[in-house]
């Protein structure tokens, strides 16, 4: 079955720069690869999502790319701001179902 | 739409006892998904429904675990008996197919 690993588990970056997030999965077939994100106390809300005809897709300050020729891919947030600490997920589907990576928090410090 | 709606918020309640987790996915979705969180296992899929059927329970725990779909507004997520090692916090999420998942707000469960 997938299997999506992610990594780090732990990011701290400074305010103002970049954060990177990287995925890899196991099923060549998965199509659809979403990008959640879930702060403190909250439920998990999608913030960007990319599928597998494109290789970079952009809203704003978040960016994702995927290989698939690898089976990996990423998310970049530019820019950091203190609203981005959270804790996000990367998943990839499986049939209809997604699989979610551990999550990796991210901590943006002052 | 109101979005996904989740009962209770939290729940307390000791070992052994029934626990009955609901769920009102939003109007229009045919796909509802149960989830469980923990810190140790992280975003576990438990079962889904595509049309108010079971698709793929493989994710529930073992038979203490039920859940159903009576109709397409309505899915309850069932304990029984609960142990202190089911608490975690329970997600239930709708969509349409291969589309965005909307979480409803978490059910927080405490098993003493």
């Known amino acids: 079955g997938e299997n999506v690993e992610q990594h780090p588990s732990t990011l701290s970056v400074q305010e103002g720069d970049s954060a990177v997030i990287k995925c890899t999965y196991s099923d060549s077939a998965s199509n659809y690869f979403p990008w959640y994100k879930q702060e403190l106390g909250k439920r998990p809300q999608l913030i960007i999502d990319?599928?597998?005809?494109?290789g970079e897709k952009k809203d704003q300050r978040i960016a994702v790319t995927l290989n698939k020729t690898a089976k990996h891919f990423s998310l970049h947030i530019t820019e950091t701001q203190p609203e981005d600490s959270a804790v996000y997920f990367c998943?990839?589907?499986?049939?209809?179902?997604?699989?979610f990576g551990k999550g990796t928090r991210l901590h943006i410090l002052p | 739409d109101a979005g996904v709606i989740q009962s209770p918020r939290h729940e307390v309640t000791e070992m052994g006892q029934e626990v009955t987790l609901r769920c009102k996915p939003i109007s229009g979705h045919d796909y509802l998904f149960w989830y469980r969180q923990t810190m140790m296992r992280g975003l576990e899929l438990l079962i889904y429904f595509n049309n108010n059927v079971p698709i793929d329970d493989s994710g529930m725990p073992e038979d203490r675990f039920s859940a159903k779909m009576p109709n397409a507004s309505f899915s309850t997520l069932k304990i029984q008996p609960s142990e202190p090692r089911d608490s975690a916090v329970y997600f239930c999420?709708?969509?349409?197919?291969?589309?965005?998942?909307?979480f409803g707000p978490g059910t927080r469960l405490t098993v003493l």
């Open positions: 990319i599928r597998s005809n494109v």
């Open positions: 998943a990839a589907n499986r049939d209809d179902k997604i699989i």
């Open positions: 999420a709708s969509s349409l197919w291969e589309r965005e998942q909307f």
